[in-house]
């Protein structure tokens, strides 16, 4: 049965490029030849293929140099590198310059298949995907992922573009920019949206620990493994993982992880099987991983394996523009979680709020409006209850207070807003509860669970 779609067989044995071309038009495709990259790259001038399967040696023009220039003229052709003389410095070079994925001669058709299938998603999907364009403007701000500006308006018109298909993601930017949302967006915009999204902190566990977590543990593999627990790879299956601060794993567990994503199997700590999984990989780092990589801190291969979609979230002084759509929205979050009637900022706490520069970004933002809707005592925030902003930023004025650290947890940020409203009130619990929007009561257990002896 004819499916439409296109490929173009790229090798000069005569012998390999006949087979393929029949298994090939057996599975549906429409099948062109060529026997040198040379022919490949007038070919693809001529037409869009869908597909390009690319023989790495060649007489006259290499599969590399030929991958190279198919991506200059048409880089949205996926192209599938075939070789006889397998190497990761083969491999990692191939995906360094725009493949889509390589498999190895003699080739294996059922894992010709997938690889073809996963190749040409975007295609079946196109319509999917220009719906998801026009509507996730909306789901993403239910998501927090506010941005009108034109950085955040790129983001997420790339973000609508990958969500529908099976593809690797790396997020990159600073702590606080989001990173996390990007990767629920991507998600839950997906094909595999009603399936488990499972997340993890790779730099909040050691290496052992870690392993367990991600691929599981078998009864008795360590002290305390009284029975076998399936890992986050198994608990995602159909699903999606997000590894964040993946950049934070060991030498040894990068190399576990790119097994996994090369093979789309694993073995839990302490066993034998091999494991099947079905999971789409999103992750994150805060710190750059090219660097990482110069310096030898992250493996090349993993590197590359990660990053087939490259997203980098800018930082929020970077957009200005959304800082008040941002601070509006966790404001009515706050005010209704604290049931407080708040309208909006005055104009000059509005100035205030976009003049400064935001070093722990949208993070920093929603705690600095917490704290205000928290101590606030009238219907609009004004620039006393957002003191938190550092005096001595070059971006801010009139403030004597430092800022929160941005990965404060909310407990300690209502902790502090209680604990100076209090001394601002000179110990008073009927003033300070009024100036809180609180009853009584409701102070005095606050200052029970901080350990006040106020």
């Given at each position: 049965?004819?499916?439409?779609?296109?490929?173009?067989?790229?090798?000069?044995?005569?012998?390999?490029?006949?087979?393929?071309?029949?298994?090939?038009?057996?599975?549906?495709?429409?099948?062109?030849?060529?026997?040198?990259?040379?022919?490949?790259?007038?070919?693809?001038?001529?037409?869009?293929?869908?597909?390009?399967?690319?023989?790495?040696?060649?007489?006259?023009?290499?599969?590399?140099?030929?991958?190279?220039?198919?991506?200059?003229?048409?880089?949205?052709?996926?192209?599938?590198?075939?070789?006889?003389?397998?190497?990761?410095?083969?491999?990692?070079?191939?995906?360094?310059?725009?493949?889509?994925?390589?498999?190895?001669?003699?080739?294996?058709?059922?894992?010709?298949?997938?690889?073809?299938?996963?190749?040409?998603?975007?295609?079946?999907?196109?319509?999917?995907?220009?719906?998801?364009?026009?509507?996730?403007?909306?789901?993403?701000?239910?998501?927090?992922?506010?941005?009108?500006?034109?950085?955040?308006?790129?983001?997420?018109?790339?973000?609508?573009?990958?969500?529908?298909?099976?593809?690797?993601?790396?997020?990159?930017?600073?702590?606080?920019?989001?990173?996390?949302?990007?990767?629920?967006?991507?998600?839950?915009?997906?094909?595999?949206?009603?399936?488990?999204?499972?997340?993890?902190?790779?730099?909040?566990?050691?290496?052992?620990?870690?392993?367990?977590?991600?691929?599981?543990?078998?009864?008795?593999?360590?002290?305390?493994?009284?029975?076998?627990?399936?890992?986050?790879?198994?608990?995602?299956?159909?699903?999606?993982?997000?590894?964040?601060?993946?950049?934070?794993?060991?030498?040894?567990?990068?190399?576990?992880?790119?097994?996994?994503?090369?093979?789309?199997?694993?073995?839990?700590?302490?066993?034998?099987?091999?494991?099947?999984?079905?999971?789409?990989?999103?992750?994150?780092?805060?710190?750059?991983?090219?660097?990482?990589?110069?310096?030898?801190?992250?493996?090349?291969?993993?590197?590359?394996r990660l990053n087939v979609v490259a997203l980098n979230v800018p930082q929020l002084k970077d957009r200005k523009e959304d800082i008040p759509l941002l601070a509006q929205h966790f404001l009515q979050m706050f005010a209704t979680k604290n049931k407080k009637n708040i309208k909006?900022?005055?104009?000059?706490?509005?100035?205030?709020?976009?003049?400064?520069?935001?070093?722990?970004?949208?993070?920093?933002?929603?705690?600095?409006?917490?704290?205000?809707?928290?101590?606030?005592?009238?219907?609009?925030?004004?620039?006393?209850?957002?003191?938190?902003?550092?005096?001595?930023?070059?971006?801010?004025?009139?403030?004597?207070?430092?800022?929160?650290?941005?990965?404060?947890?909310?407990?300690?940020?209502?902790?502090?807003?209680?604990?100076?409203?209090?001394?601002?009130?000179?110990?008073?619990?009927?003033?300070?509860?009024?100036?809180?929007?609180?009853?009584?009561?409701?102070?005095?257990?606050?200052?029970?669970?901080?350990?006040?002896?106020?």
């Amino acid at each position: 049965m004819k499916n439409n779609q296109s490929i173009l067989i790229v090798d000069d044995d005569l012998a390999h490029r006949t087979m393929l071309k029949k298994l090939l038009g057996g599975w549906g495709y429409e099948v062109f030849e060529a026997d040198d990259g040379s022919v490949a790259i007038d070919e693809v001038r001529k037409r869009p293929f869908d597909l390009i399967l690319m023989d790495i040696r060649m007489l006259k023009v290499s599969g590399i140099e030929a991958l190279e220039e198919v991506k200059i003229i048409n880089p949205a052709i996926p192209i599938i590198i075939m070789t006889a003389y397998a190497s990761v410095e083969t491999a990692v070079d191939a995906l360094k310059k725009g493949a889509y994925d390589y498999l190895t001669k003699p080739l294996d058709f059922d894992e010709l298949k997938i690889a073809i299938n996963r190749a040409t998603e975007h295609n079946r999907l196109k319509k999917e995907n220009e719906y998801l364009k026009e509507r996730l403007g909306q789901k993403f701000d239910a998501q927090n992922m506010i941005g009108r500006s034109p950085l955040m308006v790129k983001l997420l018109e790339t973000v609508a573009q990958v969500a529908a298909t099976e593809a690797t993601v790396l997020i990159t930017g600073e702590s606080g920019t989001g990173k996390e949302m990007i990767a629920n967006a991507i998600h839950y915009n997906s094909p595999r949206k009603n399936a488990p999204f499972i997340k993890i902190n790779c730099a909040a566990l050691t290496e052992s620990l870690l392993e367990s977590e991600l691929f599981g543990h078998e009864k008795g593999a360590f002290t305390g493994a009284d029975k076998r627990r399936e890992g986050k790879f198994r608990q995602a299956d159909g699903g999606s993982i997000f590894l964040d601060e993946v950049s934070e794993m060991s030498a040894a567990m990068q190399v576990k992880l790119l097994r996994v994503l090369q093979e789309r199997e694993l073995t839990r700590v302490g066993g034998a099987e091999v494991i099947a999984v079905n999971v789409r990989v999103i992750a994150a780092s805060n710190k750059d991983l090219k660097k990482e990589m110069e310096q030898k801190r992250f493996r090349e291969d993993l590197f590359y394996r990660l990053n087939v979609v490259a997203l980098n979230v800018p930082q929020l002084k970077d957009r200005k523009e959304d800082i008040p759509l941002l601070a509006q929205h966790f404001l009515q979050m706050f005010a209704t979680k604290n049931k407080k009637n708040i309208k909006g900022f005055t104009p000059q706490s509005m100035e205030k709020l976009v003049k400064y520069s935001w070093p722990g970004n949208v993070r920093e933002l929603m705690n600095a409006v917490e704290r205000a809707v928290v101590l606030s005592r009238s219907d609009y925030l004004d620039v006393d209850e957002l003191a938190l902003l550092m005096a001595d930023s070059p971006n801010a004025s009139g403030s004597e207070q430092p800022s929160l650290p941005e990965n404060m947890p909310l407990d300690e940020v209502e902790k502090r807003s209680i604990l100076e409203a209090i001394n601002a009130c000179s110990g008073n619990k009927s003033e300070t509860a009024r100036r809180l929007g609180i009853t009584r009561k409701t102070l005095r257990k606050k200052l029970d669970k901080y350990g006040s002896s106020q």
